[in-house]
């Protein structure tokens, strides 16, 4: 079979760029494993904020916003965003370090500073002597990831686009001005290949004769515990502490937790290290009065980063009509609705959409020229 875009990698990212690209074309999304999502997509912490990551990403993640809160009509069932809020917890003697924090504040979403007695009162499972002040971000949102990765790949479906599963891709060639795709026993032909392979992009890239990213993989552990009976989890805001990088929400009932690791590793299908959980088990008793005797869930991912940070998305400039859509770090999910219109516009039309040029982000801040030129 043959179509216009044969997008690789089925996760949040692949799958919006097969959706706005089959307003313009017919699609193939092709995904290595049995269900779409089933790396990255389905292990995120599912938290939208605008004020974290370099600027490009802060800025990318703001031009999301309005697709997030108000989707296509039919796309989505419920709000893909609701309020959750976030709390940087300093403890006594650290406030000075809160500062920082502070300064990530930007127009419409404040991050304001709090006493001790409020940030215990909005998350009443802190230790009290482990609270000097805080930082709460009111604007940080829980997302919906699964609403949204389905409103996309649902969307795609009745644009006419096609989903294949459990196809692993084997061989990239040219044929014709064609890319042929062989996949297990799938072998399909398109004129651009839009490289969303998350974890596997730089594997996909070298099939295709392209430049090498340099894409490094980092494993994040997770684990999800029973919250205690009586604890009000609808308005407790996520926590973190300001001399750390673990944190921990309220998920779907339960709480989440995270020791906020970054461990550079090949691709793979990452799975959580118990020395990873118990040392997370043993921040969240220091720091709060959970006291964990069971573990429900425990799981990881991989985020992929290049070095300054900032997503890839351009065509390649060795392999004809290669695109990549990759090394979104831990923001993929959020930069999703951005990202994937400029996708489809750079592919359809060479230029970015104007709600990103507008915002001062240009097509050369992308590029994955910028990595060779560095």
């Known amino acids: 079979m043959q179509f216009d875009y ?19 074309g017919s699609v193939a999304l092709i995904e290595a494993e049995n269900v779409p999502g089933y790396h990255s997509t389905g292990r995120s912490a599912a938290l939208y904020t605008r004020n ?22 039919g796309f989505a069932e419920y709000p893909l965003l609701t309020p ?34 409020q940030a215990l009162s909005l998350a009443p499972v802190l230790r009290p002597e482990q609270v000097g002040a805080a930082a709460l971000e009111g604007g940080v ?8 990765h389905q409103g996309y790949l649902r969307g795609l479906r009745q644009r006419g686009g096609t989903i294949t599963c459990g196809s692993r891709v084997e061989r990239l060639e040219r044929r014709g001005g064609l890319w042929v795709l062989t996949a297990a026993d799938v072998t399909i032909s398109g004129r651009i290949i839009v490289n969303a392979a998350g974890a596997w992009a730089d594997e996909i890239g070298a099939m295709a004769g392209a430049v090498r990213l340099n894409l490094v993989p980092k494993r994040r552990t997770a684990i999800l515990i029973d919250s205690p009976a009586g604890l009000e989890l609808g308005t407790m805001p996520a926590v973190e502490f300001i001399d750390g990088e673990a944190y921990f929400k309220p998920d779907a009932g339960k709480i989440m937790a995270s020791p906020g690791d970054q461990t550079p590793a090949a691709p793979h299908d990452a799975q959580p290290e118990e020395w990873d959980v118990a040392v997370l088990v043993d921040w969240l008793e220091s720091r709060t009065t959970l006291s964990i005797r069971r573990i429900a869930h425990s799981w990881a991912g991989l985020r992929s980063f290049v070095d300054d940070e900032v997503p ?8 004809e009509n290669f695109f990549w859509l990759a090394g979104q770090g831990g923001f993929g999910i959020m930069m999703a609705p951005a990202l994937s219109k400029a996708a489809r516009n750079l592919i359809v039309s060479g230029m970015l959409p104007l709600e990103l040029r507008n915002r001062g982000i240009e097509e050369r801040h992308l590029s994955p020229d910028r990595l060779l030129n560095a």
């Open 52 to 73: 974290y990551g370099v600027p490009i990403v802060q800025r990318i993640n703001a031009a999301s916003h309005d697709f997030f809160m108000n989707p296509p009509p």
């Open 312 to 319: 890839v998305v351009g065509f390649d400039r060795q392999a």
């Open 6 to 24: 044969l997008v690789i990698g089925a996760g949040v990212s692949g799958a919006s760029a097969a959706f706005e690209l089959a307003a313009s």
């Open 84 to 117: 959750r809020g976030s709390l940087t917890v300093a403890g006594p003697g650290d406030e000075d370090r809160l500062e920082a924090v502070l300064a990530l504040s930007s127009p419409g979403n404040a991050i304001e500073l709090i006493p001790a007695a």
């Open 141 to 148: 949102m829980d997302m919906d990831v699964a609403a949204l």
